[in-house]
């Protein structure tokens, strides 16, 4: 059964920096496209950051120039450094694969707060 284990959220003042951290467990890692989402309450989860196998890389516009997505395939693990962070911003935090599907059983996600 896939595990999805989100970290690195927490609070920071506008114009701060925030590395998150997932590690995946219990399916294949290599063979998929991994992304980042975000949701914030009454809204759907959105896609902002995803890799592909080759390790080319597709941003939302809203963090586009901000953010960089990495993976590393023997860990298991996809990351995200967050820079120039922004209070709208503030949301929780997931990991999934993109494509074909995203995986049913998501993460706990972790929490991004940015204050202005």
């Known amino acids: 059964q896939v595990q999805l284990r989100e970290s690195g959220g927490g609070s920071v003042q506008a114009g701060g920096s925030l590395r998150l951290s997932c590690v995946v467990s219990?399916?294949?890692?290599?063979?998929?496209?991994w992304g980042w989402y975000r949701q914030t309450p009454g809204k759907q989860r959105e896609l902002v950051a995803s890799?592909?196998?080759?390790?080319?890389?597709n941003y939302a516009d809203s963090v586009k120039g901000r953010s960089t997505i990495s993976r590393d395939n023997a860990k298991k693990t996809i990351d995200v450094q967050m820079n120039g962070l922004k209070p709208e911003d503030t949301a929780v935090y997931y990991c999934?694969?993109?494509?074909?599907?995203?995986?049913?059983?998501w993460g706990p996600g972790t929490q991004v707060t940015v204050s202005s």
């Open positions: 219990g399916t294949f890692f290599g063979d998929y496209v």
């Open positions: 890799i592909n196998r080759d390790g080319t890389t």
């Open positions: 999934n694969r993109p494509r074909p599907w995203p995986f049913g059983s």
